[in-house]
Structures are given as structure tokens and as C-alpha cells.
């Protein structure tokens, strides 16, 4: 199945994807490489997703939250596509951030939200390379942020 196929079959509605609030762009080309810019989990009403896992949230909360900004790496994947899914030939690297307590040791937990939508969506072609790192801090007091790197055709 195609990636919008697979995103009709499993009923998922993309959110908007957003303008960088900074200086710096929200996608890049180099070559036949794309480049997504930190997403931050915001949720399905536009609401910031905030908080320490491991004291405001736990792993299911936070694989939720990563889980949304999968969903908006998608969308500005899509955008930078032209709308044409069809021109990733595949997700080469997520980087997950998790803003965790200072003994919080599941990351790999939560960024597994990330990962099993680039996958559901992309299928064999979201295999990827990842890292799940914790922090003390995210901007405007996210729980998650995750970057990715997309190969083109």
C-alpha cells in the first residue's frame, strides 16, 4: 500500500503543517535528502501536549505525544512533497527529545510512538535509524519533540 493509503485505511487526519516560530525553516532539501525541523506534541485541538514524563505523564501519555509529532512530521513531509508521498523513498533517521524526569529510563518507550506511525504510514519504507534522548527541558514545556531525515527519489 501506498503511504496515502495507508493514512485513509487507518483513518488519520494530518494536522496542519505549521511555519517554523523562529529563525530557521521547517523543512530542507539538500540533494535527495529532506530535512524536518523538531516537531512539538501538540494535540488534535491545536493544544501543546506539556509536561514531565515520569511526573506530569506516563510512557502511554508521552508515546501519544510522540505519536502527534509523527503525525506533524508527516504533514510536513507532505507539504515539502508537494503533496506527493510518493517521492519519499525512505525515513532514514528520527531523533526523539523527551522531556523526562532525572530518573525517567523508558525514552525508548515513548519515541516508540514516533516510530510506529512513520512505519504504519510509510510501511517498510518508515524503517529507520533513531535516537531517543531525554532532557530536563523542551520548548514552551512540551513533553516530546522529534526531528526526522526522509530520502527522496
Do not use: W
Amino acid at each position: 500500500m501506498t503511504a496515502e493509503e495507508n493514512i485513509k485505511k487507518l483513518n488519520i487526519k494530518l494536522p496542519e503543517a505549521k511555519a517554523p516560530v523562529g529563525n530557521y525553516v521547517a523543512t530542507k532539501i539538500s540533494g535527495k535528502m529532506l530535512f524536518i525541523s523538531g516537531q512539538i506534541s501538540i494535540d488534535e485541538n491545536g493544544e501543546l501536549i506539556k509536561g514531565k514524563v515520569g511526573k506530569d505523564l506516563d510512557v502511554n501519555s508521552g508515546y501519544n505525544a510522540a505519536k502527534r509529532c509523527a503525525l506533524s512530521i508527516v504533514a510536513q513531509v507532505k507539504k515539502a512533497c508537494g503533496d506527493d508521498l510518493s517521492k519519499i523513498k525512505s525515513c532514514i533517521k528520527l531523533t526523539g527529545f523527551v522531556n523526562s524526569t532525572d530518573n525517567f529510563i523508558e525514552q525508548p518507550k515513548v519515541i516508540n510512538g514516533a516510530s510506529d506511525l512513520i512505519v504504519s504510514v510509510f510501511g517498510n519504507l518508515g524503517m529507520h535509524t533513531r535516537a531517543a534522548v531525554s532532557t530536563n527541558s523542551l520548548p514552551l514545556g512540551v513533553a516530546v519533540e522529534v526531528d526526522a531525515i526522509f530520502e527522496l527519489n
